[in-house]
């Protein structure tokens, strides 16, 4: 197994020869997830349905901003319909769905929908829902995922290149997790895109290197697609 400077394990995934593996999503899975979220952040306003799905059916769920959170709330279902490929340790890990929040001057119609820079945040999405399944692999807490290699921005509006998985910051413990039964819990991770300095640092040191600046500067889900990278010069490392 590659490991980083840090110690971490480094996957590198290549595609798999296999057939497309047409998708229907859980009905009675999405009927849980749906009233998770709609007990714990409030009710859905939209859903970004997928039209052909391969191994998982992926949707998107938009929560409306309000006073209390003033963002937009975009969530998965489908990729917890199948279980991931965890270490055999780590075998109760096996369900995820992944979140993403948006400012609330974000254009989510349809029209704007068709210009990359509103979108990416819904594609990211889409991907890492499918990524686990379509490498035989598994997605955690602190995972980082270059967008290509080497990782490029996302779009025209930002620099961000990468996303590392983080619990989800900015709601209540209650939300992080929907016990279905004794063998499937799904947990929920927030996806919070980085800089290609902030994925490096993580590789080199270790994810606790991150949180300085990211305490500094508020970085969590709620997406800044401008935001400067939260790494400074010290000692003649980045940190």
């Not at 006073?67 to 319909?81: A, F, Q, V």
């Not at 379509?134 to 990782?151: C, F, I, K, R, S």
């Not at 619990?167 to 063998?183: G, I, R």
């Not at 799904?186 to 949180?211: R, S």
Request: net charge negative; with cysteine.
């Amino acid at each position: 197994m590659e490991s980083s400077e840090s110690g971490a394990p480094i996957y590198r995934h290549q595609p798999r020869d296999r057939d497309f593996e047409f998708a229907h999503g859980d009905e009675s899975n999405i009927e849980l997830i749906t009233q998770h979220i709609e007990t714990h952040i409030g009710p859905i306003s939209n859903v970004f349905h997928e039209m052909i799905s391969d191994l998982v059916h992926i949707d998107v769920h938009q929560i409306e901003p309000t006073p209390e959170r003033n963002y937009y709330t975009l969530i998965t279902t489908g990729m917890s319909d199948r279980p991931m490929n965890p270490p055999e340790e780590y075998a109760e890990l096996a369900y995820s769905e992944v979140m993403i929040c948006l400012p609330p001057d974000w254009k989510l119609d349809m029209k704007s929908m068709k210009d990359e820079k509103y979108y990416w945040p819904i594609r990211l999405l889409k991907m890492m829902a499918r990524l686990p399944h379509e490498y035989q692999t598994w997605l955690w807490m602190m995972h980082t995922v270059p967008n290509g290699d080497p990782a490029e921005p996302y779009a025209s509006n930002t620099n961000l290149s990468g996303v590392i998985l983080f619990p989800p910051l900015l709601f209540d413990e209650a939300f992080h997790e929907l016990k279905v039964d004794d063998k499937k819990t799904i947990h929920f991770h927030t996806l919070v895109p980085l800089h290609n300095d902030e994925m490096e640092l993580k590789l080199k040191k270790g994810t606790e290197a991150l949180y300085e600046g990211f305490e500094k500067h508020n970085v969590n889900e709620l997406l800044n697609p401008q935001r400067k990278s939260s790494i400074r010069k010290k000692r003649g490392w980045l940190w």
